[in-house]
């Protein structure tokens, strides 16, 4: 899968309230409303300002968590990004 | 319209016309205690019709409209007028309502808090209520509770009482017949019979109660409690809500804030006497 790029909702533009295991997230632009679970409130609150690949957004979560298997987490962080591009909550950067 | 009337229901101001005297004659006899400012504009507008007018004379029956028409809206013969009417009123109110965040939700109140009920058509939300309120709780709504958006207290929407099937014959023995409206047979939702609130409830209908305790009852089965967890409550709350997505960052805000605040937990029970006895028990646990 190449590594593509995404960029987090500009600041404001996500309204996230953690709900026990769910977090629900109202989008403002698009008016939705979005429940997650992890590991997804977590990848948003690790995007940063700037572009964000899957390696870089991985790195970023293994320092965060103390996760191991670098590789396994790159893969998954990459189909949740898709699907979090799918949900309009990032874009392609 | 020939026949108008005007009802305030919470804070709804109806105003319900109708081709014919029975179904106005009948809601102004359920509703003859409640508040009425005839010079408040309505807030709701319920028009209950003919299909064609020779009809009227023919085979009468009742099509419902208003601010909001649903295509399949059911022609009902004209001696289901008041369950017309009742339905033209709920769906006005589900489908226009702005101000407050809008449950599918029964409401009782006790020391200024309120346990409120969600549940689907058989849950048994509606008879729970109409039980609490006749006893040591205010019933502050069998349909509909209302959710203050800025502050997050619950507002009551009283209207008369929906029994159904079984229900009628439990209710009907604790209360004074004069509060019962007509028995109606063979509706599409079975036999249903209207119950005028208490006057203790109607005179407080305006008044706004801190939610204490949600409960998600089911009828049925062996009693059983089920702690819920904030998360699953929101996500059945706005399931139950009818403006939830209109009211955009508001309903979002207001939804949370409930989940949040209130305990929630699923119920199932046997019989009215069960389901009674689970609502006391967690109440006195919630507010202790």
Not at chain 2, 67 to 73: I, N, T
Not at chain 2, 193 to 209: G, S
Request: aromatic share 6%; hydrophobic share 50%; with cysteine.
């Amino acid at each position: 899968m190449t590594d593509r790029a995404y960029r987090a909702a500009p600041r404001g533009a996500l309204r996230i309230e953690p709900l026990g295991e769910l977090t629900a997230i109202f989008d403002r632009r698009s008016m939705q409303t979005h429940l997650v679970v992890a590991p997804l409130p977590e990848m948003l609150a690790l995007m940063g300002d700037g572009p964000c690949d899957a390696a870089l957004l991985a790195k970023r979560l293994e320092t965060a968590f103390d996760l191991d298997d670098v590789e396994d987490v790159r893969a998954r962080v990459a189909e949740r990004l898709a699907e979090l591009a799918a949900m309009g909550l990032v874009a392609a950067a | 319209m020939k026949y108008v009337s005007r009802i305030a229901v919470g804070p709804v101001q109806f105003r319900i016309g109708s081709e014919w005297r029975e179904p106005v004659a009948a809601l102004d006899r359920l509703y003859a205690a409640y508040p009425r400012d005839d010079a408040r504009p309505a807030d709701a507008t319920v028009r209950l019709f003919a299909a064609r007018p020779w009809r009227r004379w023919l085979r009468p029956s009742v099509h419902i409209g208003g601010d909001f028409v649903v295509p399949d809206a059911l022609p009902l013969p004209l001696s289901m007028g008041l369950l017309a009417a009742e339905m033209a009123m709920n769906l006005q109110v589900a489908l226009g309502w702005r101000r407050h965040l809008l449950l599918h939700a029964s409401a009782v109140a006790r020391d200024g808090r309120a346990l409120i009920m969600s549940g689907q058509s058989g849950s048994g939300k509606s008879t729970l209520a109409a039980l609490l309120g006749e006893g040591a709780w205010r019933l502050m709504g069998d349909e509909f509770t209302l959710i203050d958006l800025a502050g997050g207290d619950a507002l009551a929407f009283p209207r008369a009482v929906s029994l159904k099937n079984q229900a009628i014959a439990e209710v009907a023995a604790r209360v004074d017949p004069a509060r019962l409206g007509p028995l109606m047979t063979g509706t599409p939702k079975g036999d249903i019979r209207h119950l005028i609130p208490r006057a203790d409830a109607i005179a407080a209908m305006h008044q706004p109660v801190r939610p204490a305790l949600l409960l998600f009852p089911r009828f049925g089965g062996e009693t059983a409690i089920e702690p819920m967890g904030e998360g699953e409550a929101f996500v059945r709350l706005t399931e139950a809500s009818t403006n939830y997505v209109a009211l955009g960052e508001a309903g979002f805000a207001a939804l949370t804030r409930l989940v949040r605040e209130v305990p929630a937990f699923g119920i199932s029970y046997p019989d009215s006497a069960a389901g009674i006895a689970l609502a006391e028990q967690l109440w006195a646990e919630a507010t202790q």
